[in-house]
């Protein structure tokens, strides 16, 4: 039987150097790697050296996809689609609607695999009616197309990615909920873990997250085709996370080379706002054009040098994403108000912040709140300087945001993520609530948010684990963290609260979302928000982020452990204005 061909598609004069890899024999003869070992091969970027050990590697990796029972294979596709290799043109095989006009990229294919490629997309649509959003197919069909031999076992490859049902692992999304959902979740996370460079992007564009929803072509169909295969290496085994790894690594670069463009590294003037799609236009320019700067090597060394948190917790952030949406209705593709028109000028009056101070409070918060706008629940103008009134107003509201003003016009504030009704648990004692969402910060003399200290070191939820916030299998119920209790605690893990309430992980949240559900070695770190009847306290362990007293009139500010911030203000003040503003879903009606 002769030898199949796996670079009968590729354009080798595309190739430059990689040309080399045309003719290079595979590490062994089959081509098969120890299982214990693709993860370090994969990042390590060795099968690049040879296209046919690359195929194959593949070959075994997509075989291993564990899948639906019926699953379309290559003799599917043969049945099907007949004898047309290297004959059919991509203009009489139109894309379907759901990939919603993505190309698919030429990755140093021949002219006539764009056909052939249109042809694997097109048999796909017809073997799997419950795609309704897939715009990444196009740029994977095109990469495994790459190291296909037939236009059938790229098929496969395909198919067989689509029907995985490993729980917990998707690789491809297939609707516009899950899809919306993962750019909510990139939005996230970029707010989390590239906080410079998410703040050039909400000072640049008008709309923070039509930016953000290009994140996967950059990764799936932007990149250089060099930069592209590296990425599949790792993609195949390693699933969805390594994309939101390279797509922030993108991000980052792209801040770097905005700086250095801006003539260095210093504090620039802040840039002037463009139209969302010119914005888009710069990172997609950038992506495409990034191996004059930044090698394939390069790229994942900087994205497996960010510490995201665990593949099960970032799955369950997207859980509540998707849930978020399917309670706003959005489930089908449609027009998104975005977060700048959330916040409307004519209609935000507040005491404290002007119109575009609460836009950039705003781009701090998470994505699911970003088809809110701001709604006044509570201000001593008005309501009195009442600690009562505060909670009467405030109670039956999750999340809040609170502002403050003190009599030497110093501005600082907080996001609290847990309805203040929530305090009534822990009777009279001050006892902490709140989830690691919650974040600290001040407008004067520079805007600066503090966030949850777990976030920048994982390695403090719990002892030993320093690389991610694995939920624990079996969730112990504990005693809440009392507020008046700063000093440091035992050496044993403290367990927190669990929400006895639904049994599916898709009805609990990730440490991301709410501290109940792990072990932090000290408690210190998860002291989010306390209230009774002769106080309120943001921010605990070693001191407190926020105490105001009961007259809503005197307060103090401190480094506390939890938000790992210095004092927001004067560390003893007197409140000139309090506002507390509640998040109204914009939708309604």
């Given at each position: 039987?002769?030898?199949?061909?796996?670079?009968?598609?590729?354009?080798?004069?595309?190739?430059?150097?990689?040309?080399?890899?045309?003719?290079?024999?595979?590490?062994?003869?089959?081509?098969?790697?120890?299982?214990?070992?693709?993860?370090?091969?994969?990042?390590?970027?060795?099968?690049g050296?040879?296209?046919?050990?690359?195929?194959?590697?593949?070959q075994?990796l997509?075989r291993?996809?564990?899948?639906?029972?019926?699953?379309?294979?290559?003799?599917?596709?043969?049945?099907?689609?007949?004898?047309?290799?290297?004959?059919?043109?991509?203009?009489?095989?139109?894309?379907?609607?759901?990939?919603?006009?993505?190309?698919?990229?030429?990755?140093?294919?021949?002219?006539?695999?764009?056909?052939?490629?249109?042809?694997?997309?097109?048999?796909?649509?017809?073997?799997?009616?419950?795609?309704?959003?897939c715009?990444?197919?196009?740029?994977?069909?095109?990469?495994?197309?790459?190291?296909?031999?037939?236009?059938?076992?790229?098929?496969e490859?395909?198919?067989?990615?689509?029907?995985?049902?490993?729980?917990?692992?998707?690789l491809l999304?297939?609707?516009?909920?899950?899809?919306?959902?993962?750019?909510?979740?990139?939005?996230?996370?970029?707010?989390?873990y590239?906080?410079?460079?998410?703040?050039?992007?909400?000072?640049?564009?008008?709309?923070?997250?039509?930016?953000?929803?290009?994140?996967?072509?950059?990764?799936?169909?932007?990149?250089?085709?060099?930069?592209?295969?590296?990425?599949?290496?790792?993609?195949?085994?390693?699933?969805?996370?390594?994309?939101?790894?390279?797509?922030?690594?993108?991000?980052k670069?792209?801040?770097?080379?905005?700086?250095?463009?801006?003539?260095?590294?210093?504090?620039?003037?802040?840039?002037?706002?463009?139209?969302?799609?010119?914005?888009?236009?710069?990172?997609?320019?950038?992506?495409?054009?990034?191996?004059?700067?930044?090698?394939?090597d390069?790229?994942?060394?900087?994205?497996?040098?960010?510490?995201?948190?665990?593949?099960?917790?970032?799955?369950?952030?997207?859980?509540?994403?998707?849930?978020?949406?399917?309670?706003?209705?959005?489930?089908?593709?449609?027009?998104?108000?975005?977060?700048?028109?959330?916040?409307n000028?004519?209609?935000?009056?507040?005491?404290?912040?002007?119109?575009?101070?609460?836009?950039?409070?705003?781009?701090?918060?998470?994505?699911?709140?970003?088809?809110?706008?701001?709604?006044l629940?509570?201000?001593?103008?008005?309501?009195?300087?009442?600690?009562?009134?505060?909670?009467?107003?405030?109670?039956?509201?999750?999340?809040?945001?609170?502002l403050?003003?003190?009599?030497?016009?110093?501005?600082?504030?907080?996001?609290?993520?847990?309805?203040?009704?929530?305090?009534?648990?822990?009777?009279?004692?001050?006892?902490?609530?709140?989830?690691?969402?919650?974040?600290?910060?001040?407008?004067?003399?520079?805007?600066?948010?503090?966030?949850?200290?777990?976030?920048?070191?994982?390695?403090?939820?719990?002892?030993?684990?320093?690389?991610?916030?694995?939920?624990?299998?079996?969730?112990?119920?504990?005693?809440g963290?009392?507020?008046?209790?700063?000093?440091?605690?035992e050496?044993?893990?403290?367990?927190?609260?669990?929400?006895?309430?639904?049994?599916?992980?898709?009805?609990?949240?990730?440490?991301?979302?709410?501290?109940?559900?792990?072990?932090?070695?000290?408690?210190?770190?998860?002291?989010?928000?306390?209230?009774?009847?002769?106080?309120?306290?943001?921010?605990?362990?070693e001191?407190?982020?926020?105490?105001?007293?009961?007259?809503?009139?005197?307060?103090?500010?401190?480094?506390?452990?939890?938000?790992?911030?210095?004092?927001?203000?004067?560390?003893?003040?007197?409140?000139?204005?309090?506002?507390?503003?509640?998040?109204?879903?914009?939708?309604?009606?």
């Open positions: 039987m002769a030898e199949e061909d796996y670079g009968r598609y590729v354009d080798w004069a595309q190739m430059g150097d990689a040309a080399a890899s045309a003719n290079a024999s595979p590490m062994k003869g089959d081509g098969k790697v120890d299982p214990r070992e693709l993860k370090s091969q994969a990042r390590s970027g060795v099968w050296k040879s296209h046919k050990q690359r195929a194959l590697v593949y075994q997509v291993a996809i564990p899948c639906r029972t019926v699953t379309p294979d290559a003799e599917v596709y043969r049945d099907l689609m007949g004898d047309g290799e290297g004959k059919r043109q991509a203009s009489s095989l139109p894309l379907p609607d759901f990939v919603d006009g993505t190309p698919v990229p030429r990755y140093c294919l021949k002219a006539e695999a764009m056909g052939a490629a249109h042809a694997v997309i097109s048999c796909v649509a017809s073997q799997f009616p419950d795609i309704s959003f715009p990444a197919l196009p740029a994977v069909a095109g990469l495994l197309l790459h190291f296909s031999p037939d236009e059938a076992r790229c098929f490859a395909v198919s067989r990615m689509l029907a995985c049902n490993e729980p917990g692992r998707r999304d297939q609707t516009f909920l899950a899809y919306e959902s993962s750019c909510m979740t990139f939005g996230d996370l970029a707010n989390k590239c906080p410079v460079a998410h703040k050039l992007v909400v000072s640049t564009a008008t709309d923070v997250l039509e930016v953000y929803s290009d994140w996967q072509r950059w990764v799936l169909g932007d990149l250089p085709f060099s930069h592209a295969a590296r990425v599949l290496d790792v993609y195949l085994v390693e699933g969805y996370k390594v994309l939101y790894r390279v797509a922030l690594a993108l991000l670069f792209y801040r770097k080379q905005k700086m250095a463009a801006a003539g260095g590294s210093g504090k620039q003037p802040p840039p002037a706002q463009q139209d969302s799609s010119v914005v888009r236009a710069d990172i997609q320019a950038f992506v495409k054009g990034i191996g004059a700067s930044v090698t394939p390069k790229l994942l060394e900087k994205a497996f040098s960010i510490r995201l948190f665990s593949r099960k917790e970032i799955m369950l952030l997207h859980l509540a994403n998707e849930k978020s949406l399917q309670q706003k209705g959005i489930t089908v593709k449609q027009k998104r108000r975005n977060v700048q028109l959330a916040v000028a004519d209609n935000f009056s507040s005491e404290i912040v002007s119109a575009k101070e609460i836009r950039d409070i705003w781009s701090w918060i998470p994505e699911r709140f970003a088809l809110c706008q701001p709604e629940l509570f201000t001593t103008s008005t309501h009195g300087c009442s600690l009562n009134r505060f909670y009467s107003h405030c109670e039956g509201h999750e999340p809040t945001l609170l403050l003003r003190t009599t030497d016009g110093e501005v600082c504030g907080a996001f609290l993520s847990t309805d203040w009704e929530e305090r009534k648990r822990g009777g009279n004692k001050l006892s902490f609530f709140g989830t690691g969402e919650c974040f600290v910060f001040r407008m004067k003399p520079e805007m600066e948010r503090y966030e949850w200290v777990v976030i920048k070191h994982p390695e403090l939820a719990s002892g030993g684990q320093a690389q991610s916030l694995d939920m624990l299998e079996d969730d112990q119920p504990g005693a963290n009392d507020a008046n209790s700063n000093s440091n605690t050496a044993n893990a403290h367990t927190l609260p669990v929400d006895p309430s639904g049994p599916n992980a898709s009805d609990r949240l990730s440490p991301f979302l709410a501290a109940r559900h792990f072990h932090l070695n000290s408690r210190n770190t998860s002291m989010f928000m306390a209230g009774n009847f002769d106080s309120i306290i943001i921010g605990g362990g001191g407190n982020a926020l105490y105001i007293d009961a007259e809503l009139n005197h307060g103090r500010s401190g480094r506390c452990a939890t938000f790992d911030n210095p004092p927001l203000c004067a560390e003893s003040f007197q409140v000139a204005l309090l506002e507390v503003w509640g998040f109204q879903d914009s939708m309604a009606g």
